[in-house]
């Protein structure tokens, strides 16, 4: 074949479509041999040569771009999207809802900023209400000022539960409205109590997201909105959307027909806010903050009522920027315990995790010394969590099983960082520098070809998850590329093979490597590369 010919087809396969690329490998199934080599019937080896050279190059080339630069993409607007979501309540318990909502947002975020959107993460802290004021009693009897700084999340539950256990006395009760009317009233020793409460706790929350690999770019709250929400209840009352019930409260009408046959109460008999009054005020906020594009709530599925509520009212009030909201719901986790017994603080899960694994690590015979055997082993665990979280739909309820997680083999979070610390110890043993003038047409054995396959496969997978916001179609594709990549590496020896094979094999296993690790980070999932 002439020069030019030559050329012409490296640009033609270049611009074949993704599902033209797929036949043209699926074609693979039916090979026949052409001088001692495999082929697909009725195509030239010098067009497979130019495809695997374009998939390999296109995803070594894109790195972490890879499938993001896709043609799916590309009538997909950009748009600034806010998400609301962890958002715990100060001197409560950090329960495991807590930690659904902070992977499941940190992956939306993640994706969607991979997709080139521009987005705003805010934790919306549950830091205003009665409790503070029972709070601030139980710390006035039974708080200490060192341990406030030192573990704040710890100490205010503590003194939480204490002073709940004495709520039911008259004079407990009577200081508690006190206090939290004080607040109210922005009294200045009341305040400056309540603001220890909450920076203390902010602080401890940051450094437990960190070791996520969590960060928001808003640390938000009821409280901010505690003034505005008189302002929502005054445009609710001049719209003539807000009703007086006979009990005092104020409701809102949400019936077709205006029968009050569904409404939402948003006032209290007293005329102060509710929580839903609250985070109409802090949508509207949001709204003439960030102009947003989309605004997207993560929280379990028994919020649902809340949030169809709160956007109904939305409607009514003649925001139509409201159909651009969205709750994105997920299910109830049960059986999560540590072997302290129920788990109540974000960081009491890392710790078991970082203490199981650890101890997996230690009895396993293939496991390598290692630098930071802590750091690893919380990586890995936390890989473990996310997986099983993931792999389902996200509104399903799920049995957790500790041992099930943990597990090194099958579909698991640990296989995939097992997966990917072995394909870099590959490429550390062989030389992981940029290969160049790999000839690449060695690849045809069906190993190859499936991992091949798989990667062209990706873009498919992302314009999935971006559609429903669901991660499970990214897990699955992980583990899928995981397993394939396995098999080829116990049939495809780089060691002992001829230079020419073996560098293109290593550019194969380099590869899915890197695909790998972009999947991962996705799911909030830091990769590691030795275990």
């Known amino acids: 074949m002439c020069s030019c010919a030559v050329q012409v087809t490296c640009i033609c396969v270049v611009m074949l479509m993704q599902s033209e690329l797929m036949a043209f490998l699926q074609a693979l199934s039916h090979k026949e041999c ?56 100060i001197a409560k318990k950090f329960h495991i809802g807590h930690l ?78 006190d206090f939290f009317r004080k607040l109210e009233e922005h009294d200045e020793q009341p305040l400056s109590l309540w603001k220890q409460f909450r920076d203390f706790s902010i602080e401890e929350y940051i450094r437990i997201y960190k070791r996520l690999g969590v960060h928001f770019d808003e640390y938000s709250g009821e409280s901010f909105y505690q003034e505005k929400s008189q302002e929502v209840l005054k445009m609710l009352e001049d719209k003539g959307l807000l009703q007086k019930t006979v009990k005092g409260t104020g409701i809102v009408d949400l019936s077709e027909k205006k029968d009050l046959s569904s409404f939402s109460t948003v006032m209290r008999s007293d005329g102060t806010s509710l929580y839903i009054t609250r985070d109409l005020a802090a949508a509207i906020d949001r709204m003439n903050k960030h102009s947003w594009d989309t605004m997207i709530y993560v929280t379990d599925k028994s919020q649902s009522n809340h949030f169809q509520h709160l956007f109904q009212i939305l409607k009514l009030m003649g925001y139509d920027w409201a159909e651009r909201c969205q709750h994105v719901s997920f299910g109830l986790v049960q059986g999560m315990k540590t072997r302290r017994g129920e788990v109540i603080f974000l960081e009491d899960v890392l710790n078991e995790v970082r203490s199981r694994m650890l101890q997996n690590m230690a009895s396993a015979k293939t496991t390598k010394e290692i630098e930071d055997p802590m750091d690893t082993a919380e990586k890995v665990g936390l890989a473990a969590l996310i997986i099983q979280d993931f792999r389902g739909l996200l509104s399903s309820d799920y049995q957790f099983s500790w041992d099930r997680a943990l597990q090194s083999h099958g579909d698991t979070g640990v296989f ?38 798989h990667l062209l496969r990706y873009d498919e997978v992302l314009y999935r998850s971006s559609q429903d916001l669901q991660p499970k179609h990214i897990v699955s594709y992980l583990l899928t590329l995981s397993h394939l990549a396995a098999v080829a590496h116990k049939t495809l020896p780089v060691k002992g093979s001829s230079p020419e094979l073996a560098q293109a094999r290593l550019r194969l296993f380099q590869a899915a490597r890197s695909v790998l690790a972009n999947g991962m980070k996705l799911l909030g999932i830091t990769p590691v590369t030795q275990m």
């Open 100 to 177: 659904r909502s902070t992977i499941v947002g940190n992956f939306i975020a993640n994706l969607k900023v991979a997709l080139g959107h521009e987005v705003i993460r805010i934790n919306y802290l549950g830091d205003w209400g009665m409790q503070f004021g029972l709070l601030a009693v139980g710390f006035q009897r039974f708080g200490n000022k060192d341990k406030l700084k030192s573990s704040p999340l710890q100490h205010l539950f503590e003194v939480y539960v204490q002073i709940n256990k004495a709520a039911e006395d008259e004079n407990t009760k009577k200081l508690a409205k």
């Open 34 to 89: 052409v001088g001692g080599l495999m082929c697909p019937k009725g195509l030239d080896l010098r067009d497979l040569a130019v495809l695997c050279t374009t998939v390999l190059q296109q995803v070594l080339k894109d790195g972490s771009e890879y499938g993001v630069k896709s043609e799916l993409f590309s009538t997909v607007p950009r748009q600034k999207a806010v998400i609301e979501f962890s958002s715990p309540n």
């Open 416 to 453: 995939l960082q097992y997966t990917h610390a072995r394909l870099h110890s590959l490429e550390q043993m062989h030389g992981n520098e940029q290969l160049t003038d790999v000839n690449v047409a060695c690849l045809q054995e069906p190993s190859a070809i499936s991992v091949l396959q």
